[in-house]
């Protein structure tokens, strides 16, 4: 069972920035993949980016790559979301979640996430 704290959500225009934080509290050690994944109402959820807390990745999807920055704080079991350039399809629900799974080689797909947080809305408007 794991717990979640996301924060950071918000709307902004086309080329602004927004921060997402996530902190988990699970009951483990050792390294786990924390990921973020957004999701639009009719469409899948999509993984934007991962990183394993002790060392692995990051992975980036190809539709957020140099612009979006996944990091590990120094917080156990905390990574954070930098988004800039941002666009009107970025616009999302974000997911936290958390992989029990090791060495994965990418962010992986939804059903190898054991964990999900509650969600945090981003908007981008025009």
């Known amino acids: 069972e794991a717990r979640f704290l996301e924060s950071g959500g918000g709307s902004v225009r086309t080329g602004g920035s927004l921060k997402l934080s996530c902190s988990t509290f699970?009951?483990?050690?050792?390294?786990?993949?924390m990921a973020w994944f957004r999701q639009t109402p009719g469409k899948e959820r999509e993984g934007v980016a991962a990183?394993?807390?002790?060392?692995?990745?990051?992975y980036y999807a190809d539709s957020v790559k140099d612009r979006f920055i996944i990091s590990k704080e120094n917080a156990k079991y905390t990574v954070s979301l930098q988004m800039n350039s941002l666009k009107p399809e970025d616009t999302a629900t974000y997911y936290c979640?958390?992989?029990?799974?090791?060495?994965?080689?990418?962010?992986?797909?939804?059903?190898?996430?054991?964990?999900w947080g509650q969600g945090t809305q981003v908007t981008v408007s025009s």
């Open positions: 990183i394993y807390t002790g060392g692995g990745g990051p």
């Open positions: 979640a958390v992989s029990p799974i090791r060495g994965m080689p990418n962010i992986g797909r939804p059903s190898e996430y054991a964990y």
């Open positions: 699970i009951n483990t050690r050792g390294s786990i993949c």
